[in-house]
């Protein structure tokens, strides 16, 4: 903490009084701090896409272009990085969406069976790809919830999607929803790898990843469940991980039903 001395007139050899203004500098180092790691964390992860896409490129124009089969090969791996790069800008993008106040959004009661089943097609594809077996139980008559309609699926889509890309096949992925005293309770449970307690604090920070050679061989960004946090606050909801290893996954949030009286947005 730091102390700046104002002179409260034009005159200073006429000192009438002084105002010290404090300002708690630890504060303002630690957002710098986060600041400056973010900004290395994006670069990182951005350079290793582009270190391989500019690698792959350049064999390819030395010659190896001319051989069909390894040409192939090397232009679906470009490929791959390709939509790396496309997932993370587009996370990124979401993500300063959420954290900034100019958030172009519609907020509205929306029916949370809806929201659900909407989403339910879409995952149950990529589950059934990789044989697991996903499924959904919703209570009967859940009041309405007020808030964005997109942003509560965005929060949905990536519980479901980390469950089914940290469950082996084989496994079940549930999505609950009930109403539980004021509070709509969703739930998103999975028999996959779970994750270690030591963990579980830090799961929440942008690019935090358990295991980072298995995040990126899934196809994680490291932003998903940041995201998530953020959606959460927005809904003036609370976010819960119950979770061991090899014991799977239970991810609760509870949004308040009457959130709309104090709705942050
Ligand atoms: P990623 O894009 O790497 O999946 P997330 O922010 O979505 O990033 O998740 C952060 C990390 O949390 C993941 O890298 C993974 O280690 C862990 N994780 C998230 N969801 C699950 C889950 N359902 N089961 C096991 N680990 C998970």
Do not use: W
């Not at 697991?132 to 942003?151: C, Q, R």
């Amino acid at each position: 903490v730091y102390a700046n001395p104002i002179i409260l007139n034009n005159d200073p050899t006429r000192k009438l009084g002084m105002v010290y203004l404090f300002q708690d500098v630890t504060k303002v180092k630690k957002l710098e701090s986060v600041r400056e790691d973010f900004v290395a964390n994006v670069s990182h992860e951005l350079k290793t896409p582009l270190t391989s896409i500019k690698g792959f490129i350049e064999t390819l124009k030395d010659g190896a272009i001319e051989d069909k089969k390894v040409s192939h090969k090397f232009l679906n791996i470009i490929h791959v990085e390709v939509e790396r790069l496309d997932c993370l800008v587009n996370d990124l993008l979401l993500l300063s969406e959420i954290e900034s106040k100019n958030r172009d959004l519609v907020y509205e009661y929306f029916d949370v069976k809806e929201a659900i089943e909407d989403l339910f097609q879409f995952l149950d594809k990529i589950a059934e790809k990789k044989d697991i077996v996903l499924e959904k139980e919703i209570e009967k008559d859940i009041p309405e919830v007020y808030g964005s309609y997109n942003y509560f699926k965005q929060m949905l889509m990536n519980l479901v999607d980390n469950a089914i890309k940290y469950t082996p096949s084989g496994g079940k992925v549930k999505i609950l929803a009930f109403k539980e005293g004021k509070d709509l309770t969703v739930q998103i449970k999975d028999t996959g790898i779970g994750i270690d307690k030591k963990h579980q604090d830090r799961l929440f920070e942008r690019f935090y990843r358990v295991d980072k050679a298995r995040s990126r061989q899934v196809g994680g960004t490291g932003l998903g469940l940041a995201i998530v946090k953020h959606i959460v606050l927005i809904f003036n909801g609370t976010l819960d991980l119950e979770s061991a290893p090899n014991e799977g996954s239970i991810f609760t949030i509870k949004i308040p039903l009457n959130n709309n009286e104090y709705f942050r947005g």
